[in-house]
């Protein structure tokens, strides 16, 4: 069966410091993969997404950047973070052909 | 651009009774209909699906779509505290990607 992992789980970093979250997928090959961030009370808002290694599209231009250097694995980064980039970031992943999309445990981040 | 309108709630319901959360939609075109609990602190878990018009039922649940009106529903029958969460619509959009509602936030009061 298919697992998503996310790390880390929580974290708390100063503005203006640099960000890696990590999302791996086990169990599939080729997924899609996708990062959404979900402010406190809001929906979920859809970042990047990515059919492939090395193919991501951006939906929000922001000062968020993600890159998939493996088949399963999909990273998101920052160089400088902002307050307002504090929220609850999930990783999903579906397969190539369908829409049903499965969400990682999520990394809660905090800009302080 | 499409559109999927929830209700935010919140939705008291007393234990054992039948809640019903309703999602509508713009795009008359969408053919599959996702919902999603996600319980506070956690994330998103897929529930249910439903392709073709009528009901869809699984366990406690039950989908209802109706294209014509352009809604489809969650029915959960005989709620129980542990079904007080957030319940999230999706449809989708092109390139394999899904737009959520705003979800509906469901309490089950024992």
């Known amino acids: 069966s298919q697992t998503i992992h996310q790390w880390p789980a929580t974290l708390v970093q100063p503005v203006g410091s640099p960000l890696s979250l990590e999302c791996t997928v086990e169990?599939?090959?080729?997924?899609?993969l996708y990062w959404y961030r979900q402010a406190a009370g809001r929906g979920l808002q859809l970042l990047f997404y990515?059919?492939?290694?090395?193919?991501i599209s951006s939906e929000v231009p922001q000062n968020l950047s993600a890159s998939r250097p493996q088949d399963r694995q999909f990273i998101l980064s920052s160089k400088k973070l902002l307050l307002s980039d504090s929220g609850f970031y999930l990783c999903?992943?579906?397969?190539?052909?369908?829409?049903?999309?499965?969400f990682g445990p999520g990394t809660r981040l905090t800009v302080t | 651009q499409k559109e999927v309108e929830q209700n935010s709630g919140p939705l008291s319901v007393p234990e054992g009774a039948i809640a019903s959360l309703n999602c509508t939609y713009s795009?008359?075109?969408?053919?599959?209909f996702f919902w999603y609990r996600q319980y506070s602190g956690k994330s998103p878990e897929l529930i249910m699906f439903?392709?073709?018009?009528g009901d869809k039922e699984d366990g406690r649940f039950t989908a209802q779509l109706n294209k014509a009106s352009q809604y489809v529903s969650l029915l959960i029958r005989d709620s129980q505290p542990s079904d007080s969460a957030t319940y999230l619509c999706?449809?989708?959009?092109?390139?394999?990607?899904?737009?959520f509602g705003q979800g509906t936030e469901l309490s089950v009061k024992p």
């Open positions: 169990g599939t090959s080729n997924p899609n």
């Open positions: 795009d008359r075109g969408s053919q599959s």
């Open positions: 999706a449809v989708p959009n092109q390139g394999g990607k899904l737009i």
């Open positions: 990515s059919v492939g290694i090395g193919q």
């Open positions: 439903i392709y073709s018009n």
């Open positions: 999903a992943w579906s397969l190539w052909d369908q829409y049903e999309q499965y």
